[in-house]
């Protein structure tokens, strides 16, 4: 479906070698579906619609809006938010279903093995749903009736027991609903069917996720939305929530696997057990059912915060991810990398750090960034003599730092901007000096292994040739056009829409040339690339509803509080510790959102700046990708460097692990996030304008610091391998530049001149450099 010309030799890339091909591809996991004829036409176009329904609401683009023709059943923009976000939810649930089957398939041919009786029980399913749906169509024309009373201008809705409305509520609707949700979700779990088939059990899951959003788009047009949280809340409403809660869960589960579902799980039974447990995780009273799903779906939960961001900022990157991968910018970004830096010793790995880079400006998880690049570094690593485990390993911390890479950060700098009313574009300048000490890290500890093993570059006939590059440069206009956009006063949504038409333009200049059909299939793709995120954005919704009713959030400052009282670095690395336990397995959005309502507000209590105590949370959400025991974006790499994924895990921390000591760095020196100096303004801790030549001291000071921690930490210290007590004095050396104090930073970098002379003059063993190994 790609408008596609034969290029001429002119076209080529390069007169060398392309070692980048496929990198914008999707890949296929192991319970995808996989669609042919009518059902593949019909996954598309609703893929389409998904994607396109977004970008119209987005930008206020209806056919009501634009003739001025109001036609019922289409949607007038903009939509009321509460609905939008519903929809939003309940369109990735239709297509998650349809998409993701609850099971793996063993090939693309496995043997339809779902049986008769499992078949027809799913198929009886419907009955329920319908009638749900047929009692939502009777809802919907008695509130069109005009017989409710009303309360300040807006139509009342109460079900309370004795009711005809709460009888409806309770038998004719919630427990249909609920009956076929859950009954279609165990199905699903021994329902076995074609890779090219839906099941019937999903197929009443897609039913049940519509009723769901037609009850509440339905009974959140009325005063019942008042009620939310409360006693006094409808009986359908908890209904509704728990059947949609479960439908978000079950869908987490098979695009993400289980840690985010096991964690969530772990928040729900908190809920209601909090009475019953001690000290500060205690509640004083239970909370019933219908309280707690009448609370969790709204905007203190699933439509909260991140479904906030996931609804626009998130779904809006998606799309003109999908239109760069059209044009198959992924293949360029990395090919330019290879061009740039694979002469360099250890060049693979140098090139995964580039590429990782780029591609993590519109990739929105660490671990869909390693399958996207590291297909093709981590063997090309493996062949240049890394070990297998440390090419995984390097993959993956330099896939891991595309999510703190601006100006897009993944997903992270929206949802940090939604939650803290901080604007983005401020987020995404405090952003820069953190993402270069990341990526400077990581590239030392690179580059010192190489050093050690002795690699030398790759060879100048195996890559791009750099010329070949620089003219097709015009590539990175779209995003060169989205940050101009940005810092000229645009919106976001603007920027981003702007940066889209961009890259279906710059296209034009490519053999992959987007016309009507390729930007249908843009479309197509970004609205299935979205589900996943959708979904963990919403299973974070759930987590974020328990904190805000239960207001353990809250205890959790008062601890923070207290350490801080001992001492206030021992109350960061509490938090830091919270926050990389809360974000191990977990997606980074859903890490960062979390953490953000568990930790974020203790920080703030103890005076630190809004800006810096979430940039400390998201950092650590971000590096939990990295962390042993649980690291998603290790286990990724693993599976393509054939290591074992806890060494793989285990090696990837090594490498990171200066990393880990940044957001400790920008705490005690607020230049690196772009901050001056902290003061009260109104009550509040604030940061002034930072001088630019305390900017430029921050970084390079950061940045020597970061160099001394990777040469203690690898053992390589300007050519040579510097003794045991020189590497510990390396290290102190950097840790007395964290603070960014001036004596602190002239005591470090004198520190380091006395080891470096020690070094030259007394040549303490050992020196010699380590013999190159095999791949393996």
């Not at 969790?296 to 626009?312: E, N």
Request: glycine share 10%; aromatic share 12%.
């Amino acid at each position: 479906m790609t408008d596609r010309t034969d290029p001429t030799p002119e076209d080529q890339i390069s007169d060398g070698a392309v070692l980048a091909e496929g990198v914008d591809e999707e890949p296929v996991v192991s319970n995808q579906r996989l669609f042919s004829g009518w059902l593949l036409f019909t996954l598309a176009g609703l893929s389409f619609l998904y994607a396109a329904f977004h970008m119209a609401a987005l930008n206020g683009l209806s056919i009501s809006n634009i003739t001025g023709i109001d036609i019922a059943f289409l949607p007038r923009f903009p939509m009321e938010t509460w609905n939008f976000r519903i929809v939003h939810i309940a369109g990735a649930l239709v297509l998650g279903f349809a998409l993701y089957a609850s099971h793996s398939f063993q090939s693309d041919t496995s043997a339809d093995r779902q049986t008769r009786t499992l078949g027809f029980l799913g198929y009886a399913l419907i009955l329920p749903v319908l009638y749900a749906g047929y009692t939502v169509i009777g809802f919907i024309g008695l509130i069109n009736s005009g017989e409710l009373p009303q309360m300040g201008g807006i139509t009342t809705w109460a079900s309370f027991p004795g009711t005809e409305t709460y009888t409806a509520e309770f038998y004719y609707f919630g427990l249909p609903l609920l009956v076929a949700t859950v009954s279609a979700i165990v199905l699903s779990w021994f329902e076995r069917q074609s890779r090219a088939t839906v099941s019937a059990s999903d197929i009443v899951l897609a039913l049940c996720a519509m009723v769901v959003a037609l009850y509440l788009t339905t009974i959140y047009g009325t005063a019942a939305r008042n009620q939310v949280g409360t006693s006094f809340a409808p009986i359908g409403l908890a209904f509704a929530a728990t059947a949609g809660a479960a439908m978000i869960l079950e869908l987490t589960r098979r695009v993400t696997g289980l840690a985010l579902v096991i964690i969530t799980g772990i928040f729900l039974l908190y809920t209601f057990t909090a009475h019953m447990l001690p000290g500060i995780l205690a509640v004083q009273e239970p909370y019933s059912w219908q309280r707690f799903f009448g609370h969790v779906y709204s905007d203190a939960g699933i439509l909260g915060p991140t479904t906030a961001v996931s609804s626009t900022y998130i779904i809006l990157f998606i799309i003109f991810a999908a239109f760069l991968q059209a044009s198959k910018v992924g293949d360029y970004f990395v090919n330019f990398a290879f061009a740039a830096a694979g002469r360099a010793r250890g060049g693979p790995a140098k090139v995964a750090i580039f590429a990782s880079g780029l591609m993590g400006m519109i990739n929105g998880t660490s671990a869909g960034n390693v399958v996207a690049t590291g297909s093709l570094t981590i063997p090309l690593m493996k062949k240049v003599g890394y070990h297998k485990k440390t090419a995984g390993a390097v993959e993956a911390a330099a896939s891991t730092g595309g999510q703190i890479m601006p100006p897009i950060m993944g997903a992270g700098a929206f949802i940090m901007a939604e939650i803290t009313g901080i604007p983005y574009q401020e987020i995404a300048i405090a952003a820069i000096i953190p993402a270069i000490l990341y990526f400077t890290s990581v590239y030392f500890m690179v580059d010192f292994e190489a050093a050690k093993l002795g690699m030398k570059g790759m060879n100048e006939e195996d890559i791009p040739k750099f010329r070949d590059m620089a003219r097709r440069v015009f590539l990175f206009l779209p995003i060169v056009i989205l940050i101009a956009a940005l810092f000229m006063g645009y919106s976001v949504i603007r920027a981003g829409t702007l940066a889209t038409g961009a890259a279906a333009v710059v296209s034009w200049l490519t053999p992959y040339r987007m016309g009507p059909r390729s930007i249908i299939k843009a479309f197509e793709l970004a609205g299935t690339m979205s589900i996943q995120i959708i979904a963990v954005c919403a299973c974070a919704g759930i987590i974020v509803g328990v904190i805000s009713l239960t207001g353990v959030g809250a205890r959790f400052s008062a601890v923070l509080l207290d350490l801080a009282g001992v001492s206030q670095l021992l109350a960061l690395f509490f938090a830091m510790c919270i926050a990389i336990l809360l974000g191990m397995g977990m997606p980074t959005t859903a890490a960062y959102a979390v953490a953000a309502s568990v930790v974020a507000p203790g920080l703030i209590q103890l005076g630190i700046p809004a800006l810096t105590a979430h940039f400390f949370v998201f950092y650590f959400a971000v590096v939990s990708a990295i962390t042993p025991p649980v690291a998603l974006a290790s286990y990724a790499a693993a599976g393509i460097s054939g290591a074992n994924p806890m060494e793989t895990s285990v090696a990837s921390f090594k490498i990171g692990i200066a990393a880990f000591i940044v957001p400790f760095m920008f705490f005690y020196n607020g230049a690196l996030l772009m901050q001056g100096p902290i003061v009260e303004v109104a009550g509040e801790m604030v940061h002034e304008a930072p001088a630019w030549y305390n900017l430029v001291r921050a970084g390079l000071t950061a940045i020597f610091g970061i160099f001394l921690l990777s040469s203690g930490i690898q053992g390589w210290f300007l050519g040579a391998r510097p003794a045991w007590f020189l590497r510990a004095a390396l290290i102190i050396a950097a840790l007395l530049m964290i603070e960014g104090g001036l004596m602190t930073d002239l005591i470090g970098v004198g520190t380091a001149v006395v080891i470096f002379l020690v070094q030259r003059v007394f040549n303490p063993a050992p020196t010699a450099t380590i013999p190159v190994r095999g791949a393996d």
